[in-house]
C-alpha cells in the first residue's frame, strides 16, 4: 500500500527558507516521481513542479523558479521541497502527491500526502 | 498558462440527488483531466484520471466525461459522504493547473 508522510508543521519568519520532507513507502521508490502541491487557508490547490523519482529531474512553476527546490533521496526514500525568502503569502498546506508515472509530464496525481502546514509569522 | 473555470462554484443537493460539475479549459488539453475531491482537513483524493477512467476503489457513482475544452463530473446518486469540494487538474500545459473547485453541500 502506497504511503506518503510528510514531515510536521512549520512556522518561520518572513524571509527564511522552510525544507519540507515527504517520505515514500509502498511501492518501488525510483519508478515515480513526486508533484508538490499548496493550498493557501480557504483557498484552491495550486501546483508547484515536480521532480523525478528516477534521476532528479525537475519541472518547477515559472511563480516558484527562482524560490523553490526539489531534491530525492533514494537511499532515504524521501522528496523534499525548500522555499526560500518566504512571505507571508507562502501561508499554506504543502501537498507532496505521486504522479501515475515515472516522470510526472501529463501524469495525474494518484496518492497523496498529509500535508503540512507552514505559516509565515514574524 | 491554461486557465479552467468550474461551475457551479458551489452548489446544494440532497442525498439522492444527481449532480453535474463542469470544468472548462480556456485552450484544449484533449483528455488530459483528473477530477479529485478533497475534505475539510483532508488531502485531495483522485476519483477521474484521463477525463473517463475511474480509478480503482473509488465508487462507480461517480463518473467522468469530455474532451478539448469541456469537462463533466457527475455523481448520480448523492451519498453523505459525497459532501465535499471537486477540482479538475489539467496535465496538457505546464503549470498543471487547477480548477478554482466547487463545493457541494446539503
Redesign the interface.
Known amino acids: 500500500q502506497v504511503h506518503l508522510v510528510q514531515s510536521g508543521a512549520e512556522v518561520k519568519k518572513p524571509g527564511a527558507s522552510v525544507k519540507v520532507s515527504c517520505e515514500a513507502s509502498g511501492y518501488t521508490f525510483t519508478s515515480f516521481g513526486i508533484?508538490w502541491?499548496r493550498q493557501a487557508p480557504g483557498q484552491?490547490?495550486?501546483?508547484m513542479?515536480w521532480i523525478s523519482g528516477h534521476n532528479g529531474d525537475t519541472?518547477y512553476?515559472?511563480?516558484f523558479q527562482d524560490r523553490v527546490t526539489m531534491t530525492t533521496d533514494t537511499s532515504t526514500r524521501t522528496m523534499n521541497m525548500e522555499l526560500r525568502s518566504l512571505r507571508s503569502d507562502d501561508t499554506a498546506v504543502y501537498?507532496c502527491?505521486r504522479c501515475?508515472g515515472g516522470d510526472?509530464?501529463?501524469?495525474?496525481?494518484?496518492?497523496?500526502?498529509?500535508?503540512t502546514p507552514v505559516t509565515g509569522s514574524s | 498558462a491554461i486557465q479552467l473555470t468550474q461551475s457551479p462554484p458551489s452548489l446544494s443537493a440532497s442525498v439522492g440527488d444527481r449532480v453535474t460539475i463542469s470544468c472548462r479549459a480556456s485552450q484544449g488539453v484533449s483528455s488530459?483531466l483528473?477530477w479529485?475531491q478533497?475534505k475539510p482537513g483532508k488531502?485531495?483524493?483522485?476519483l477521474i484520471?484521463?477525463a473517463s477512467s475511474l480509478?480503482s476503489g473509488v465508487p462507480p457513482r461517480f463518473s467522468g466525461s469530455g474532451s478539448g475544452t469541456d469537462f463533466t463530473l457527475t455523481i448520480s446518486s448523492l451519498q453523505p459522504e459525497d459532501f465535499a469540494t471537486y477540482?479538475c487538474?489539467q496535465?496538457?500545459n505546464?503549470?498543471?493547473?487547477?480548477?478554482?473547485?466547487t463545493r457541494v453541500d446539503v
Not at chain 2, 43 to 46: E, H, S, T
Open positions: 508533484t502541491v484552491g490547490l495550486e501546483w513542479g519541472t512553476a515559472q511563480k501537498y502527491a501515475s510526472c509530464y501529463g501524469r495525474y496525481l494518484q496518492h497523496w500526502g498529509q500535508g | 488530459a483528473a479529485y478533497q488531502a485531495p483524493k483522485l484520471y484521463e480509478e477540482y487538474q496535465f496538457t505546464y503549470p498543471f493547473t487547477f480548477g478554482p473547485g
